[in-house]
């Protein structure tokens, strides 16, 4: 933001901010209690029948929660960039944002009458759900460049997502009331979606009190085909592709790790349930580590980016999920050698729930980085086009990689299918060595909008 000395304007700023951040408080009651923590087991444990005798009886139920998601993101992938420039041309990012937000608390809330073998009903409930979700992911994040000035971002996405983690666990907190995940108990499980829903809709109002609508005029008449205009300019984006060579080169980058993001985030405590067999205790515990993790990371890691650069920072977050990835797939054999050098008598499920922190550490710190270098590469007549297009990129390979996981996780093992996850961080990693960050941000200082 520019160094302004009116005590007033950055009280104003920092309110707007402030409204902003609580965006992230908020939604993070949906991502966290329905697609990570508490309904992704409800639905792949008791809403889908389990397959008596198989080796892993939930495998149809992974199944279909991933191609629930899987569906929900290929829609956003249609919408996001022409929404994204709908909202920069009509100046109206606050109308989609709020649109978007009701439409999550809607779905969520109608989480309540899903009933054992409901499945339809709950794939659909959750893919509009998340879809509502992951479009105002989208609409909030292209406000960010107009939030500060491009040196300001990293620390500014980095508030948000450490915030939003908190939100995270406020809401956990009131699921966890419901008690255990059983068919006896499915009366009090299925109030999990109006908790959330009710949780999402009251903590997002300052948003809407706080955050200001950018207006930038393009001297158009209001009298015209938003859609049309939309497409228009999604297609010129992409025609002067070659002047943003480096955003183009981070989105590909950006592909592979939103496509690892997905699978953990949607399968993190399916994993520990299924795989390493963690217990209520564990899984309080994880989720806790995970929350407090993610915040450290989302803070940390923003305070580096504006450091030493967002591209480093970013890359710094990809070698962190390898080494995550490595210590998860050997917890077995690491947790023996630990017991034998050090005579301890630690478990797998706990030795599993520490090393969990590194990926909550990781969840903040990439996420915050991924956006806030979209943030620096973005002129601000077009942030979000260039932010939908972040949501393509990112909506995309979160479809891509929970439709291959999904598959995949028929044919071997659980554990087995998560090398997949190393591998989509790996590449990533290799194709980010490409971008230039300071020919990334002089393109998008240099750019003029043609009228």
């Given at each position: ?6 005590p ?18 908020a939604?993070?009651s949906?991502t ?5 923590v ?20 939930f ?7 991933a191609?629930?998601l899987a ?14 420039a ?7 990012k606050?109308l989609?944002?709020?649109?978007s ?11 309540y ?9 709950g ?21 960010l460049?107009f ?5 300001d ?34 009366e009090?499980?299925?109030l999990?979606?109006?908790y959330t ?8 109002i ?9 207006h930038?005029p ?6 015209v085909?938003?859609?049309?205009i939309g ?5 010129q984006t ?7 060579k480096?955003?183009?080169?981070y ?8 496509a690892?993001?997905?699978i953990?985030?949607s399968?993190?405590?399916i994993?520990g349930?299924?795989e390493i067999?963690?217990?209520a205790e564990?899984k309080?515990?994880?989720?806790i ?8 990371g989302a803070?940390?890691f923003?305070?580096i ?5 967002a591209?480093?920072t970013?890359n ?10 490595a210590l998860?797939?050997y917890?077995?054999?690491?947790t023996?050698?630990?017991n ?10 706990w ?5 969990s922190?590194?990926a909550?550490?990781g969840l903040?710190s990439?996420?915050s ?15 979000g ?11 995309i390979?979160?479809?891509?990689g929970?439709?291959l996981?999904?598959y ?6 659980l ?8 591998f ?21 200082n240099?750019?003029q909008e043609?009228?």
């Open positions: 933001m520019s160094k302004d000395k009116n007033e304007a950055k009280k104003k700023k920092n309110r707007e901010i402030f409204g902003w951040c609580m965006f992230d408080f939604n993070s949906y966290t209690v329905i697609i990570s508490v309904y992704c087991e409800i639905f792949t444990r008791l809403v889908v029948p389990s397959e008596v005798g198989s080796d892993n009886p495998r149809m139920g992974n199944t279909l929660w191609w629930a569906a929900s993101y290929l829609f956003v992938v249609v919408t996001g960039p022409i929404f994204g709908i909202t920069d041309y009509s100046s109206k606050k989609f944002l709020f649109l937000y009701i439409g999550c608390v809607i779905a969520t809330f109608l989480l009458y899903v009933e054992p073998g409901m499945i339809w009903m794939m659909i409930l959750v893919a509009f759900s998340n879809f509502f979700f992951a479009s105002g992911e989208n609409f909030a994040s292209s406000f460049p939030l500060g000035s491009k040196e971002l990293g620390k500014i996405s980095g508030y948000a997502w450490g915030i939003g983690y908190f939100g995270g666990i406020g809401s956990v907190a009131l699921a966890t009331t419901l008690g255990d995940y059983t068919l006896d108990n499915f009090n499980l299925k999990v979606g109006p829903a009710i949780f999402f809709l009251i903590a997002a300052p948003t809407f009190l706080f955050l200001k609508e950018p930038l393009l001297g158009v008449s209001h009298k085909n938003y859609f049309k497409k228009d300019r999604v297609i992409l025609k002067d592709a070659r002047n943003f480096d955003l183009m080169i989105l590909v980058s950006l592909f592979f790790t939103m690892a993001l997905a953990v985030i399968f993190a405590f994993y349930s299924q067999h963690i217990e564990h309080q515990a994880m989720f580590f995970i929350q407090i993790a993610a915040a450290i803070l940390a923003g305070v980016q504006d450091s030493i650069g591209k480093k970013f710094l977050t990809l070698v962190l999920w390898l080494v995550t990835c998860i797939y917890v077995h054999d690491l023996s050698i630990a034998e050098v050090l005579g301890k008598n630690w478990t797998v499920q030795v599993f729930v520490f090393i922190s590194l909550g550490m903040g990439t996420q980085a991924s956006r806030a270098l979209v943030g620096i590469f973005s002129p601000e007549s077009k942030s086009e260039f932010f939908g297009m972040w949501g393509l990129s990112g909506k390979a979160a479809a891509a929970l439709f996981f999904g995949i996780q028929t044919l071997v093992s554990r087995n299918a998560f090398l997949v996850v190393a989509f961080y790996f590449l990533s990693l290799i194709i980010n060595f490409f971008v230039d960050e300071e020919r990334g941000v002089e393109a998008a240099r750019f043609k009228t």
